[in-house]
């Protein structure tokens, strides 16, 4: 075991601060990486805050941060794919079980088994597992992904979250050419969302509930953008789209959005909002409707989404900010103000 800095929340009304923490040293399968950034995602800040407690509560202290990109500092006498000075990065999964017909078809996304990279029960050292809000840590080789050498280590970052989520369902939903994909939400995973949308060829419509991301959702690759507030911007969609993606992190109308789907239209939700949404039969009746959702993705597709952002130069447009300036990030998160992702750069948890 060795101690490594870190920032943690001790309850679920407590800022995150500075503090030390425990983490294995290497078994003969671990990759122990140097982290270099962190994206913040909003699950973060729904596990800090406790917000998830009916499905899984949070145990104290925490260490969020799943969006981890690093250098390898250390290796297992097993590991084959890594070597210290490699780049490496870590998403929300570190291990699972590897034997269900989940983890079988490479879906360790629904591992009954998984452990996340925080907040999970630790086989290693007992306690819960520590995320990237720190200085180092150490993960089993299967669970470490290569990051394309060409792409900026900051925005690259939040691809092993935001990327994953997003790129994942429209994959499965088969988002391509000549399809009219909409993308409710334009935060961390609505941004890589319409991205992803873009680079697959697809007609894409960004749903934002503020006025003044117009500019930027084009920017980013929309070909139209509807203010969501304005039911006329919203009718003049009725019954049109394949697909869409809703990333919103709070409850909200998702009839308005169910409306809009054309004959076996799907809506799949990423967001996970503290509150259940209320859904009217109607909405899926008329037309064959469906609404689903989606859980990150699995290890192979998210090397496979990395490599396709490498070859379409694709990164997360990021903030990036000291670790001394989180709390004020997740209050940023909480207003939409967020443009589109911050990422920690780690060097200032050494001065911390
Ligand atoms: P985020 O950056 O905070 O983006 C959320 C966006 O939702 C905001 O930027 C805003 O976009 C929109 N929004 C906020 N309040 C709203 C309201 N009252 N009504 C309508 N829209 C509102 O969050 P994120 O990191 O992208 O995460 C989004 C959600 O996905 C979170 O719940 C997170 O926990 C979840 N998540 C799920 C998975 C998964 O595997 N399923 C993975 C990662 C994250 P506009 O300003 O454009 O309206
Ligand atoms: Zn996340």
Not at 140 to 150: G, I, Q, T
Request: charged fraction near 20%; include cysteine; hydrophobic fraction near 40%.
């Amino acid at each position: 075991m060795y101690n490594t800095k870190a920032y943690s929340a001790v309850s679920e009304t407590s800022p995150l601060a500075s503090t030390t923490i425990a983490r294995r040293d290497p078994t003969e399968h671990d990759v122990q990486i140097e982290i270099l950034f962190c994206g913040i995602c909003h699950s973060d800040l729904h596990s800090v805050r406790n917000e998830w407690s009916n499905i899984m509560p949070t145990v104290y202290p925490i260490v969020p941060g799943h969006e981890i990109v690093g250098r390898v500092t250390k290796v297992g006498s097993a590991v084959t794919k890594y070597k210290p000075g490699d780049l490496a990065a870590v998403g929300c999964l570190v291990d699972s079980d590897g034997t269900c017909p989940q983890c079988k078809a490479s879906l360790e996304q629904f591992c009954p088994n998984q452990t996340l990279t925080f907040n999970s029960p630790d086989k290693h050292l007992g306690g819960v597992t520590y995320g990237g809000y720190s200085d180092s840590i150490v993960v089993d080789e299967r669970f470490v992904l290569r990051v394309p050498s060409n792409l900026d280590l900051a925005g690259a970052a939040p691809l092993l979250c935001a990327g994953i989520t997003t790129y994942s369902p429209m994959r499965h939903w088969g988002v391509t050419k000549s399809k009219k994909v909409g993308v409710v939400g334009l935060g961390g995973l609505g941004h890589m969302g319409v991205k992803f949308a873009r680079a697959f060829g697809a007609h894409v419509v960004v749903f934002t509930t503020s006025p003044d991301k117009t500019e930027d959702a084009l920017r980013l690759g929309a070909d139209e953008v509807v203010v969501s507030r304005n039911a006329d911007e919203m009718q003049k969609h009725a019954g049109s789209f394949d697909f869409i993606l809703d990333t919103v992190s709070v409850k909200h109308d998702i009839n308005a959005y169910l409306n809009l789907l054309r004959l076996d239209g799907n809506i799949t939700l990423v967001g996970a909002p503290e509150k259940p949404l209320d859904v009217s039969a109607f909405s899926l009746i008329m037309g064959r409707r469906s609404l689903s959702g989606s859980n990150i993705g699995g290890i192979a597709e998210t090397q496979e989404m990395l490599d396709f952002c490498g070859e379409h130069n694709i990164t997360a447009d990021v903030e990036v900010i000291p670790i001394q300036k989180v709390n004020e990030a997740y209050e940023r998160l909480l207003k939409s103000d967020v443009k589109y992702r911050f990422c920690i750069d780690m060097v200032s948890l050494k001065s911390a």
